[in-house]
Protein backbone atom coordinates (compact mmCIF):
# COMPACT_ATOMS: atom_id res chain seq x y z
CA UNK A 1 0.00 0.00 0.00
CA UNK A 2 1.16 3.37 -0.71
CA UNK A 3 2.00 6.04 2.27
CA UNK A 4 -0.28 8.55 0.42
CA UNK A 5 -3.00 5.98 0.58
CA UNK A 6 -2.65 4.54 3.84
CA UNK A 7 -2.12 7.74 5.44
CA UNK A 8 -5.93 8.96 3.82
CA UNK A 9 -7.12 5.47 5.38
CA UNK A 10 -6.15 6.29 8.67
CA UNK A 11 -7.73 10.01 8.30
CA UNK A 12 -11.12 8.21 7.43
CA UNK A 13 -10.93 6.15 9.61
CA UNK A 14 -9.99 8.67 12.71
CA UNK A 15 -13.33 10.66 11.51
CA UNK A 16 -15.33 7.87 11.58
CA UNK A 17 -14.46 7.30 15.06
CA UNK A 18 -14.56 11.06 15.78
CA UNK A 19 -17.95 11.53 14.29
CA UNK A 20 -19.14 8.35 16.60
CA UNK A 21 -17.60 10.12 19.17
CA UNK A 22 -14.97 7.85 20.45
CA UNK A 23 -11.39 8.67 21.24
CA UNK A 24 -9.08 9.35 18.94
CA UNK A 25 -5.57 8.38 20.18
CA UNK A 26 -2.36 10.35 18.27
CA UNK A 27 -1.64 9.23 15.51
CA UNK A 28 0.85 6.94 14.44
CA UNK A 29 3.06 6.34 11.11
CA UNK A 30 5.06 3.71 9.25
CA UNK A 31 6.86 4.05 6.29
CA UNK A 32 9.20 1.53 3.85
CA UNK A 33 10.76 2.83 1.06
CA UNK A 34 12.71 0.39 -1.71
CA UNK A 35 15.38 1.39 -3.76
CA UNK A 36 18.17 0.50 -5.71
CA UNK A 37 21.27 -0.07 -3.97
CA UNK A 38 23.77 0.15 -6.35
CA UNK A 39 26.97 2.39 -5.39
CA UNK A 40 25.27 2.06 -1.90
CA UNK A 41 28.82 1.85 0.39
CA UNK A 42 29.57 1.79 3.91
CA UNK A 43 32.68 1.55 5.83
CA UNK A 44 32.52 -1.46 8.58
CA UNK A 45 36.17 -1.23 10.19
CA UNK A 46 38.32 -3.76 11.41
CA UNK A 47 37.49 -6.64 11.53
CA UNK A 48 35.62 -7.63 14.98
CA UNK A 49 36.59 -11.56 15.15
CA UNK A 50 39.56 -13.19 14.44
CA UNK A 51 39.75 -14.37 10.61
CA UNK A 52 39.86 -18.07 10.25
CA UNK A 53 41.89 -19.73 7.44
CA UNK A 54 44.89 -18.24 4.96
CA UNK A 55 43.27 -14.48 5.24
CA UNK A 56 45.79 -11.79 3.14
CA UNK A 57 44.64 -9.18 6.15
CA UNK A 58 44.47 -8.98 9.84
CA UNK A 59 42.32 -7.86 12.54
CA UNK A 60 43.75 -4.76 11.84
CA UNK A 61 42.28 -3.69 8.40
CA UNK A 62 39.50 -1.39 7.21
CA UNK A 63 36.47 -3.68 6.15
CA UNK A 64 33.74 -1.84 3.57
CA UNK A 65 31.79 -2.64 0.96
CA UNK A 66 30.34 -1.39 -2.43
CA UNK A 67 27.02 -2.19 -4.14
CA UNK A 68 27.33 -3.16 -7.34
CA UNK A 69 23.52 -4.41 -7.99
CA UNK A 70 20.68 -5.32 -6.08
CA UNK A 71 18.11 -3.54 -3.61
CA UNK A 72 17.64 -1.67 -0.35
CA UNK A 73 14.64 -1.11 2.12
CA UNK A 74 14.16 1.59 4.88
CA UNK A 75 11.58 1.21 7.26
CA UNK A 76 10.39 2.97 9.80
CA UNK A 77 7.66 3.66 12.73
CA UNK A 78 6.88 6.38 14.30
CA UNK A 79 4.21 6.99 17.47
CA UNK A 80 3.69 8.95 20.87
CA UNK A 81 5.76 5.98 22.64
CA UNK A 82 9.10 6.13 19.61
CA UNK A 83 10.32 5.42 16.75
CA UNK A 84 11.78 2.18 15.41
CA UNK A 85 13.57 1.46 12.34
CA UNK A 86 15.87 -0.40 10.25
CA UNK A 87 17.32 -1.13 6.81
CA UNK A 88 17.80 -4.12 4.02
CA UNK A 89 20.23 -4.71 1.62
CA UNK A 90 20.84 -7.13 -0.53
CA UNK A 91 22.42 -8.05 -3.60
CA UNK A 92 25.74 -8.23 -5.58
CA UNK A 93 28.54 -6.71 -3.45
CA UNK A 94 32.41 -5.46 -3.72
CA UNK A 95 33.88 -6.17 0.00
CA UNK A 96 37.10 -4.84 0.52
CA UNK A 97 39.63 -5.39 3.57
CA UNK A 98 43.02 -4.08 3.66
CA UNK A 99 44.29 -4.82 0.04
CA UNK A 100 41.81 -7.67 -0.48
CA UNK A 101 38.71 -7.21 -2.27
CA UNK A 102 36.18 -10.19 -3.11
CA UNK A 103 33.17 -9.98 -4.75
CA UNK A 104 29.66 -11.82 -4.42
CA UNK A 105 26.29 -11.67 -2.41
CA UNK A 106 25.86 -9.41 0.76
CA UNK A 107 23.17 -9.06 3.03
CA UNK A 108 22.74 -6.32 5.44
CA UNK A 109 20.34 -5.98 8.18
CA UNK A 110 19.84 -3.27 11.02
CA UNK A 111 17.49 -1.92 13.11
CA UNK A 112 17.00 -0.26 16.15
CA UNK A 113 14.19 1.49 17.98
CA UNK A 114 14.07 4.01 21.39
CA UNK A 115 10.80 4.91 23.21
CA UNK A 116 9.68 7.88 25.42
CA UNK A 117 11.32 6.29 28.41
CA UNK A 118 14.39 6.37 27.08
CA UNK A 119 15.06 3.07 26.72
CA UNK A 120 16.32 1.38 23.06
CA UNK A 121 17.62 -1.20 21.19
CA UNK A 122 20.02 -2.05 17.95
CA UNK A 123 20.83 -4.93 16.01
CA UNK A 124 22.68 -6.16 13.01
CA UNK A 125 23.29 -9.01 10.77
CA UNK A 126 25.83 -9.05 7.88
CA UNK A 127 26.30 -12.71 5.90
CA UNK A 128 28.70 -12.18 2.65
CA UNK A 129 29.74 -15.12 0.24
CA UNK A 130 31.94 -14.45 -2.29
CA UNK A 131 36.09 -14.92 -4.00
CA UNK A 132 38.47 -12.30 -5.02
CA UNK A 133 41.84 -11.60 -4.77
CA UNK A 134 42.47 -13.29 -1.50
CA UNK A 135 40.57 -16.26 -2.29
CA UNK A 136 37.07 -17.37 -0.97
CA UNK A 137 35.30 -15.08 1.85
CA UNK A 138 32.69 -16.02 3.94
CA UNK A 139 31.25 -14.27 6.60
CA UNK A 140 28.87 -14.04 9.73
CA UNK A 141 28.68 -11.48 12.05
CA UNK A 142 25.94 -10.49 14.52
CA UNK A 143 25.38 -7.74 17.40
CA UNK A 144 22.42 -6.33 19.84
CA UNK A 145 22.25 -4.39 22.19
CA UNK A 146 19.50 -2.67 24.68
CA UNK A 147 19.47 0.04 27.57
CA UNK A 148 16.85 0.75 30.32
CA UNK A 149 15.38 3.71 30.87
CA UNK A 150 18.26 5.27 33.16
CA UNK A 151 20.45 4.82 29.87
CA UNK A 152 22.45 1.41 31.57
CA UNK A 153 22.84 -1.29 29.01
CA UNK A 154 20.86 -4.42 29.69
CA UNK A 155 21.88 -6.31 26.74
CA UNK A 156 25.40 -5.65 24.86
CA UNK A 157 26.37 -8.35 22.56
CA UNK A 158 29.06 -7.49 21.03
CA UNK A 159 29.57 -8.81 17.11
CA UNK A 160 30.58 -12.03 17.12
CA UNK A 161 30.41 -14.89 14.30
CA UNK A 162 32.89 -15.61 11.90
CA UNK A 163 34.90 -14.55 8.98
CA UNK A 164 36.55 -17.51 7.16
CA UNK A 165 38.76 -17.20 4.54
CA UNK A 166 39.75 -20.56 2.04
Same mark, same amino acid.
Given at each position: ?????????????????????????????????? !? *???????????????? &????????? *? &??????? !?? !???? +?????? @? #? *?????????????????????? +??????? #?? @??????????????????? !? #? /??????? +? /? +?????? @? #? &??? &?? @??????????
Amino acid at each position: MRVASAVRLAAAGALAVAAAGGFIAAPASAAAVT !S *DATGYSQVLGPPPVTP &VGSCPFGQT *D &VASFTML !SG !SMVN +HGTSNN @N #G *DWGGQTISGTALFSVGAASYTG +HLTYWNG #GG @NNAKSQFEFGFTLNFKGSG !S #G /GGLSINL +H /G +HATSNA @N #G &VMT &VS @NPPSGSIICS
